[in-house]
């Protein structure tokens, strides 16, 4: 994640921060300022005690929608806040990330709308962080990508959160190079216990971030070719987003 913001903060400088994003009401600046909101809540998160048991981050995470405007409000806050200094604040962001050992922090901490495991509350940032980089990305032609290892990091807790909210073998998802996992299909006993299942679905590491957070449809997907899917049970589209 530090290398990602430090990528961020090298770019920044020059670029015309005003044009709009991908995202509805959001200008370039409105989504680097929230980048920057989410790596200083990583970090101060992890060094909060939650008072309250560790939830499925899914579960956590499908509350989202009913703090969403006031994302939205603090998110503007931040972005005026920040005014000229967006490169200056995502450079200390990457600092305060990359000296921060989530080894060290409370079992289990604060999450917004619930509280998570450390480890988990790393990964829904590790997802939070991939998903608007790749916003970045289709915002401004040549911005930096998202770095190699946060987009495996973001990919693979993706399809564990999948395979942990529809447990079973009868669909095989697979992201390569990144990861794939199995899982089953609701009113159904059909298992397939040997070699790989007959329902595969495949698509690539940024088709499958816009998919799990919504940012594209599996009917728009399938229309466009940017996933395969094989088999009868091979159909998503009850499943997805996920956040």
């Keep these: 994640m530090a290398e990602q ?3 961020w903060a090298a770019w920044v400088p020059d670029q015309d921060l005003s044009v709009p994003s991908v995202l509805p009401g959001w200008r370039v600046a409105d989504l680097l300022a929230h980048t920057d909101l ?12 939650a008072d309250a048991p560790a939830e499925p981050a899914l579960d956590v995470l499908a509350r989202h929608a009913g703090i969403a405007q006031a994302v939205d409000r603090r998110t503007r806050e931040h972005t005026a806040e920040l005014g000229d200094d967006v490169a200056g604040a995502l450079a200390a962001a990457a600092e305060l990330v990359a000296a921060t050992d989530p080894a060290r922090a409370a079992a289990v901490v604060p999450a917004g709308t619930g509280a998570l495991t ?11 962080l991939a998903v608007h980089g790749d916003d970045l990305v289709r915002s401004v032609p040549g911005a930096p990508p998202v770095v190699r290892a946060l987009e495996a990091t973001a990919v693979r807790h993706l399809l564990r959160w999948l395979a942990e909210a529809h447990p079973g073998q009868t669909v095989e998802v697979r992201v390569p190079p990144h990861g794939a996992v199995q899982c089953g299909v609701e009113g159904t006993a059909l298992t ?9 679905v495949e698509t690539t590491p940024a088709v499958f971030l816009r998919l799990a957070s919504g940012r594209l449809g599996w ?12 088999g009868h049970r091979a159909d ?7 956040l």
């Design 5 to 7: 913001l430090r990528r």
């Design 38 to 49: 989410l790596a200083r809540g990583l970090v101060t998160h992890l060094g909060t005690p």
């Design 118 to 128: 450390a480890a988990e509350w790393v990964a829904v940032r590790a997802v939070d």
């Design 192 to 200: 397939h216990t040997r070699g790989t299942p007959p329902n595969v």
């Design 219 to 230: 009917a728009e997907a399938r229309a466009g070719g940017q996933v395969g899917a094989s």
């Design 236 to 242: 998503l589209s009850g499943w997805l987003p996920l």
